[in-house]
């Protein structure tokens, strides 16, 4: 039986969506258009004086000091410095997490499970509190510890997903060659699946990356705390939207740039990125990511030798 679930737009439907997207757009233009003009206009305060605008360069005059920068630069500095070495332990222990809970042992692999679901329900700030009161490590090592341990949670069940997509051919393959089980996890398994996963492990990057702001409320100097805080206490809150949007502009340059590079890996390691041969084999005895037919000779597990052929 044929189902279709989809058919072509008619010229109608096309000058519809065409018609849609153009009200829409001008829309969201004239959203825009609003809100930057509520917010330079001229407001009144409490106590009935005038203030200038949030565009009006008397709010401004503060960042032709180089000192407002260096303090600025100074936080954007400890929020990459958190995010980078936090990613590093996230990674390992994501790698930790997806082998414990793939393990066919349910002695590793319950316990591991249960660990895993409860750092995936934990809120980071709690965390990131937890850490620091309990443990006394400082603000910022109880920042890459939470960082760390919840985004390695996240990274872990992922690699766990992308190893079990794996066709069972590629496990037998390692196997079938004299192999041990975890020698196979690692030197077929775990590559296939990193690299299918590997879009997936960028884009939580990202979500790390975002989430070092809530070092703010343990008190660490990141951008948000730096801008925000300290700077606006410093020169008063006339000052507080200008360097509220500057850090904003700063954070979603930092983001736009580190998810940019997630999409252009994503294009480099997809499946139209070019043919890499794996490890093992699959299903139907093939190697996956080779063309054109060759036999090939694998060292089988008693000391003789496997001939397969790969089309």
């Known amino acids: 039986m044929t189902m279709v679930l989809y058919d072509a737009p008619g010229p ?4 519809r969506s065409l018609l849609i997207s153009i009200v829409g757009a001008i829309a969201i233009a004239g ?5 930057i003009w509520a917010l330079g206009a001229e407001r009144v305060s409490a106590n009935g004086a005038v203030q200038p605008g949030m565009w009006d360069g008397s709010r401004w005059d503060i960042f032709n000091d180089l000192a407002v920068w260096r303090s600025i630069g100074e936080g954007a500095a400890a929020t990459l410095r958190m995010a980078a070495v936090a990613a590093v332990f996230a990674l390992i222990i994501g790698v930790l997490f ?12 319950i316990p591991v499970t249960i660990v895993l679901e409860f750092f995936r329900g934990m809120p980071v700030l709690l965390m990131m509190l937890f850490i620091l009161l309990v443990f006394a490590t400082g603000s910022y090592w109880a920042g890459v510890a939470a960082l760390a341990v919840y985004n390695g ?16 051919g590629q496990r037998e393959a390692g196997l079938s060659i004299g192999l041990t089980v975890l020698q196979t996890r690692f030197m077929i398994e775990f590559p296939q699946a990193f690299r299918q996963m590997l879009p997936i492990i960028l ?3 990202v979500v790390l990356l975002k989430d070092t702001s809530l070092a703010y409320i343990v008190g660490y100097p990141e951008l948000l705390r730096v801008g925000v805080n300290y700077l606006s206490n410093f020169f008063g809150n006339r000052y507080f939207f200008s360097l509220f949007f500057v850090v904003l502009v700063i954070y979603l340059a930092m983001n736009l740039l580190l998810s ?18 794996a490890a093992g084999v699959d299903d139907a005895g093939r190697i996956p990511g080779a063309s054109g037919t060759r036999a090939i000779t694998l060292p089988g597990a008693h000391g003789g030798t496997i001939d397969r052929r790969e089309r």
């Open 98 to 109: 997806s082998f414990g809970r793939a393990a066919r042992s349910r002695w590793v692999r």
């Open 153 to 168: 949670a996240i990274i872990g069940e992922a690699l766990r997903a992308g190893i079990q997509s794996l066709p069972k």
């Open 260 to 277: 940019w590079v997630a999409r252009f890996v994503a294009r480099k390691t997809g499946p139209k990125a070019g043919k890499l041969i």
């Open 12 to 15: 109608k439907a096309r000058r």
């Open 31 to 35: 959203g825009l258009a609003a809100l």
């Open 203 to 205: 884009a939580q990057m």
